[in-house]
C-alpha cells in the first residue's frame, strides 16, 4: 500500500533552517510527483510547491522563492523539502502528497516546525 | 496572484444537502479539487478535476465547476462529514482556498 512518512517533529531558532524529509513506499517513486503543502496552528492549507523527478521540475510558492529548496533521492524513495531564515511565522504542520497526473492522493502524516527563540 | 474565495463556515441538517462555494476568477476554465480535513489528521481528496470522486468516497460527494465558481456538494449529510472543506486549483501554481468549517448540526 502507499504510505508517505515524514521525518519527526522539529524546533527551531529564527534565522535557522530546517530539512523535512518523506520517504514513500508502495510505489514507484519516479513516476509520480511530490507536493508540499504547510498548515499554521488554526489556519488554513498553504500550498509551498512540488517537484517532480522524471523530468526533473520544481515549482515553487511565489512567497517562498528564494528561501525554499525540494530535492528527491530517488535511490532512496524520499523527498526532501528544505526552508531558511525561519521565522515564527513558519511554524506549521508540513506536509508531502504524492502527486498524480490528476489528483493529489496520499498524504503523510505531517511534521511540526516550531520556530522559537 | 490567483485567489480562492471560500465562506469561513456552513451549517447543516443531518440528512440534508450541504453546498460550499469556492469563488475564483474564470474558475471554470481551471480544473479544482477539494479536500476535507478532520482534527488532527491530514487532508483527503473527495473531489477531483471538477467533479470525479476517489475511489473510497461516498456517492454523496459531488462537484461541480462553472463560470468563477465550483461548488462541493454532500447529499444527504451525515454527522461524519463534519470537517474543514478546501478547494484547490491549478493557475501557474496550485493555490487553496482559505477552508470552510461544515458544521452537522
Known amino acids: 500500500q502507499v504510505q508517505l512518512v515524514q521525518s519527526g517533529a522539529e524546533v527551531k531558532k529564527p534565522g535557522a533552517s530546517v530539512k523535512v524529509s518523506c520517504k514513500a513506499s508502495?510505489?514507484?517513486?519516479?513516476?509520480?510527483?511530490i507536493s508540499w503543502v504547510r498548515q499554521a496552528p488554526g489556519q488554513g492549507l498553504e500550498w509551498m510547491g512540488w517537484?517532480?523527478?522524471?523530468?526533473?521540475?520544481?515549482n515553487y510558492a511565489q512567497k517562498l522563492q528564494g528561501r525554499v529548496t525540494m530535492t528527491t533521492d530517488t535511490s532512496t524513495s524520499t523527498a526532501y523539502m528544505e526552508l531558511r531564515s525561519l521565522t515564527s511565522d513558519d511554524t506549521a504542520v508540513y506536509y508531502c502528497a504524492r502527486v498524480g497526473s490528476s489528483l493529489v492522493d496520499y498524504w503523510g502524516q505531517g511534521t511540526l516546525v516550531t520556530v522559537s527563540s | 496572484s490567483y485567489e480562492l474565495t471560500q465562506p469561513p463556515s456552513v451549517s447543516v441538517s443531518p440528512g440534508q444537502t450541504a453546498s460550499i462555494t469556492c469563488s475564483g476568477d474564470k474558475l471554470g476554465d481551471k480544473y479544482v479539487c477539494w479536500y476535507q480535513q478532520k482534527p488532527g489528521q491530514s487532508p483527503v481528496v473527495v473531489i477531483y478535476q471538477d467533479n470525479k470522486r476517489p475511489s473510497g468516497i461516498p456517492e454523496r460527494f459531488s462537484g461541480s465547476n462553472s463560470g468563477n465558481t465550483a461548488t462541493l456538494t454532500i447529499s444527504g449529510t451525515q454527522a461524519m462529514d463534519e470537517a474543514d472543506y478546501y478547494c484547490q486549483a491549478w493557475d501557474s501554481r496550485r493555490v487553496f482556498g482559505g477552508g470552510t468549517k461544515l458544521t452537522v448540526l
Open positions: 508502495g510505489y514507484t517513486f519516479p513516476s509520480y510527483g
Open positions: 517537484i517532480t523527478t522524471y523530468p526533473a521540475y520544481t
